[in-house]
């Protein structure tokens, strides 16, 4: 037992039977600790894998322990800025709690009690998080850590230690997954793989052709969304009877939503997808023009807070791109599904406003947009990674975004260089041989770096039983790319 190597494996979020089904069958030659959440992992474990090999930490109960602690809270916190590199403030702003604030593109989104703490409260709540991981990785030093979320503080404490820490996504085409290495969603090896394939296929004849498959979880994005009074009627008295219940019975946590909070967004998404339906525009209305398509991202969400903390202000993205464009060009924006109700009407009058800013209509999918557009603009979302399949250029403000390695891609961070990757990709002849040399190279790197989980999906439809089919695969893949 004491000659075996260590592993970490963190457990959070709706995979918890799937990531103690690869506990067991790492633990037969590593010494494996777990970290949960809350007791209800510990509970899971006690109920479904009794016999587990395995130490548990559950990190409420560690908080619990030491919320009283005497700290010097400025001075521990500027100690770890220095020791690993990142501001709390930053910190803060990924958080959709603490950083609410940030969130001035979701307007509507409701507010949790966090938000309204001091901001010497906030930081101590992250310093507690940064000591929770130091005491782990203190007590077990583990050569590997194992996540269903690449969390930002544990990336800083594992990179500080150099310690592999690696997470499980999905690789945008089908039913295929790799392992990501940091907070920014990327793959060392994936990067450099699309580089060597765009080098490869540079000077080879066109003829490649590849059908692009949606992964299973988000077909629902593909998928015309719909939304009717009734339902959110429904929706909406359940909640109420729901919230009315702790709010009697004093249940409900009032550092988190307050009660009721959410009813008015579920109406409002009825309201503004009528609103959608009545400004929204069809390809056959803008017939005459180039368009350039933009889908708005679900806010707040990890793929822009963690993703990409340099920049994801949807607004100030639309100007930059709208101000760049020719006279005979429009700037198609989508709404996300999801987040009808979470922006105000005013963000979207103020788009309606811009001359050459058009609101696409919800009954058109993000696909239908794409092949009629000339250039799409990303931050971090899949209309990127689509766009290259579709063979159209791209601008991406995302700066971790893979597909900047891309000839057909141009990575911006201000207005002159939006403009100038505006006028540079739209000149580009639709028939180049760059966007078949972008596909192919990013398809083959995607191929080389994944492997396939039909029905992965499913897993968060089932909290009671073991995965060892999924996890039998995730563990031969980490120990055939990874040499463990």
Sequence with gaps: MTNKKNILIHISGPFTTLWLSI???????????????????????????????????????????????????????ILRERKYGEAFSSLISMDRALGRGYLFNADKYPVQGKAWWSNEKKINKLLVEFIYWEYIIDKYSPVLILSNLHTKILSLVSRHHKIRFLSLIKARFGPKYMWIENEYNQNAGFIEKVKEYVNEFSNMEKGFHVEYILD?????????????????????????????????????????????????????????????????????????????????????????????PEFHNSMEIIAWVSKSLNADTLLVVREHPFSYGIRSKKFHDNLRSMGNVVLAHPEISSWEWIKRSSLVVSITGTAGVEAVYFGKPVITFGKHQSIRHLPTVRYVNNYDSTKEATNELLS???????????????????????????????????KKDLQPGFAKIIVDDLKKRYNF
Excluded at 440 to 453: C, L, N, R
């Design 23 to 77: 506990s067991e069958i790492l633990s037969s030659d590593y010494n494996v600790t777990i970290s949960c959440v809350d007791y209800s992992c510990k509970k899971i474990i006690r109920d479904i894998i009794p016999d587990l090999n395995a130490l548990v930490e559950v990190e409420k109960d560690f908080y619990m322990k030491n919320e009283k602690l005497q700290l010097d809270i400025m001075k521990e916190a």
């Design 216 to 308: 299973q979880s988000s077909l629902w994005e593909f998928t015309k969304f719909h939304s009717d009074f009734k339902t959110s009627l429904k929706k909406s008295a359940r909640l109420f009877i729901y919230d009315s219940y702790r709010f009697i019975r004093q249940s409900y946590n009032k550092d988190k939503y307050k009660p009721w909070a959410w009813i008015p967004i579920i109406i409002r998404s009825y309201f503004r997808y009528r609103y959608f339906l009545k400004y929204g525009k069809k390809p056959e209305a803008l017939k005459g023009h180039k368009i350039v398509y933009f889908a708005l991202h679900q806010e707040p969400e990890i793929t822009l807070q963690d993703f990409s």
């Design 428 to 462: 580009l002849p639709e028939n180049d041989r760059l966007f078949e040399t972008s596909k192919k190279a990013f398809y083959h790197a995607q191929m080389d770096v994944s492997f396939e989980m039909i029905d992965y999906a499913s897993i968060t439809r089932n």
